[in-house]
Nanobody
Framework: QVQLQASGGGLVQAGDSLRLSCAES????????MGWFRQAPGKEREFVAA????????YYADSVKGRFTISRDNTKNTVYLQMDSLKPEDTAVYYC??????????????????WGQGTLVTVSS
């Protein structure tokens, strides 16, 4: 079982940057890829980005492509989400999760598991 701890959220202004971290513990080598999702108030949780554990391959939601960058540091068992040019519509609780084997490329919530507790990002206009 993998445990995830997300951190780095906060209150920023539109146009600012923020970096989220997701620290992994437990059976980390059992997962092939990691992802970030977010849930805005009153909305369903949506996919943001994902990264393979053993390569630099990534994919993103269209809404964040070109502004957000996902990366991982296997020496620290940590996945990052660098968020630049933040917009008020990026306001949400951000969650990291483990991608289920065989589902690389999926943006469906059901294809991820071991959800962390989430970290709140608030972007003011």
């Amino acid at each position: 079982q993998v445990q995830l701890q997300a951190s780095g959220g906060g209150l920023v202004q539109a146009g600012d940057s923020l970096r989220l971290s997701c620290a992994e513990s437990g059976r980390i080598f059992s997962s092939s890829h990691m992802g970030w999702f977010r849930q805005a108030p009153g909305k369903e949780r949506e996919f943001v980005a994902a990264v393979r554990r053993m390569s630099s391959s990534t994919y993103y939601a269209d809404s964040v492509k070109g502004r957000f960058t996902i990366s991982r540091d296997n020496t620290k068992n940590t996945v990052y989400l660098q968020m630049d040019s933040l917009k008020p519509e990026d306001t949400a609780v951000y969650y990291c999760a483990v991608g289920r084997a065989g589902n690389w490329g999926s943006k469906r919530e059901v294809d991820f598991g071991s959800w962390g507790q989430g970290t709140l990002v608030t972007v003011s206009s």
